[in-house]
């Protein structure tokens, strides 16, 4: 727990997905994915409470089952910062954290490096920390699927793409290349202008929801970890999450 912030955990969680439809409820190791990943989230003891919220009356009734904290959406939901944003409108919260709910897990040291951003922002330049990891292999970096992330020197987002940024035209200059993870922690109030601001040609382009945070004007300041946690997005992901239980 953080001494001078209210900090939250919102696990956003949809029984639809286009790669592997219902993950979330799948066994892994005697509970469900998405079970796992609330306790997970629970045991890192980094936030004051951890929420599940869902679209869907079997998670909910699942989360509910084994004494979790769950939220109904009431609305639909085109992304996870809107799911989230609807849930914590009335909360007293400063801090948000997004945990995937297919990443049981969860990465303690790397969800801790993005609080103390916000720790030590006393002057309250931080709107969103996220995290990027360095990629090394040209497949990597040529991959969509992929979001890239440049930054300026003080490590604070420029732009997002699936393409391969910067393009590396000087070849005599050598660049790293960094690929976003998804997790987020974000201001309360940098949530809930999100929820109200329309979706840009941008965003929609490239199918990434951070760009409507930076084309209007938010802070998202970079963490770099060699630590990524594993997410479930295939059957054989499943497996090997099953076998590293085992």
Same mark, same amino acid.
Request: net charge negative.
């Given at each position: 727990?953080?001494?001078?912030?209210?900090?939250?955990?919102?696990?956003?969680?949809? #029984?639809?997905?286009?790669? %592997?439809?219902?993950?979330?409820?799948?066994?892994?190791?005697?509970?469900?994915?998405?079970?796992?990943? #609330?306790?997970?989230?629970?045991?890192?003891?980094? %936030?004051?409470?951890?929420?599940?919220?869902?679209?869907?009356?079997?998670? %909910?009734?699942?989360?509910?089952?084994?004494?979790?904290?769950?939220?109904?959406?009431?609305?639909?939901? #085109?992304?996870?910062?809107?799911?989230?944003?609807?849930?914590?409108?009335?909360?007293?919260?400063?801090?948000?954290?997004?945990?995937?709910?297919?990443?049981?897990?969860?990465?303690?040291?790397?969800?801790?490096?993005?609080?103390?951003?916000?720790?030590?922002?006393?002057?309250?330049?931080?709107?969103?920390?996220?995290?990027?990891?360095?990629?090394?292999?040209?497949?990597?970096?040529?991959?969509?699927?992929?979001?890239?992330?440049?930054?300026?020197?003080?490590?604070?987002?420029?732009?997002?793409?699936?393409?391969?940024?910067?393009?590396?035209?000087?070849?005599?200059?050598?660049?790293?290349? %960094?690929?976003?993870?998804?997790? #987020?922690?974000?201001?309360?109030?940098?949530?809930?202008?999100?929820?109200?601001?329309?979706?840009?040609?941008?965003?929609?382009?490239?199918?990434?929801?951070?760009?409507?945070?930076?084309?209007?004007?938010?802070?998202?300041?970079?963490?770099?970890?060699?630590?990524?946690?594993?997410?479930?997005?295939?059957?054989?992901?499943?497996?090997?999450?099953?076998?590293?239980?085992?």
């Amino acid at each position: 727990m953080f001494k001078n912030f209210r900090a939250i955990a919102m696990i956003p969680a949809r #029984y639809e997905a286009s790669r %592997f439809p219902g993950k979330l409820m799948q066994d892994l190791a005697g509970k469900t994915v998405i079970v796992r990943t #609330y306790e997970a989230a629970k045991s890192t003891q980094l %936030f004051d409470e951890v929420y599940v919220v869902t679209d869907s009356e079997l998670i %909910f009734s699942e989360i509910e089952k084994e004494g979790g904290k769950v939220i109904m959406s009431q609305k639909e939901h #085109y992304c996870g910062s809107d799911r989230i944003a609807e849930a914590v409108r009335d909360m007293e919260v400063d801090i948000v954290v997004n945990v995937q709910g297919d990443e049981p897990f969860i990465n303690e040291k790397a969800l801790s490096l993005l609080l103390k951003e916000f720790e030590n922002d006393a002057d309250g330049l931080i709107d969103l920390a996220s995290l990027k990891v360095k990629l090394t292999e040209e497949d990597d970096i040529q991959n969509p699927n992929n979001v890239k992330v440049i930054t300026d020197l003080k490590n604070f987002a420029l732009y997002f793409s699936r393409s391969p940024i910067p393009f590396h035209r000087a070849k005599e200059i050598e660049v790293d290349y %960094f690929k976003h993870v998804g997790i #987020y922690a974000f201001r309360k109030k940098a949530l809930t202008d999100f929820y109200n601001l329309p979706m840009s040609p941008l965003e929609a382009a490239e199918k990434i929801e951070c760009i409507r945070y930076l084309e209007n004007g938010k802070t998202i300041k970079m963490v770099e970890t060699s630590e990524v946690s594993i997410g479930i997005d295939t059957p054989e992901d499943l497996e090997k999450a099953r076998q590293k239980f085992n």
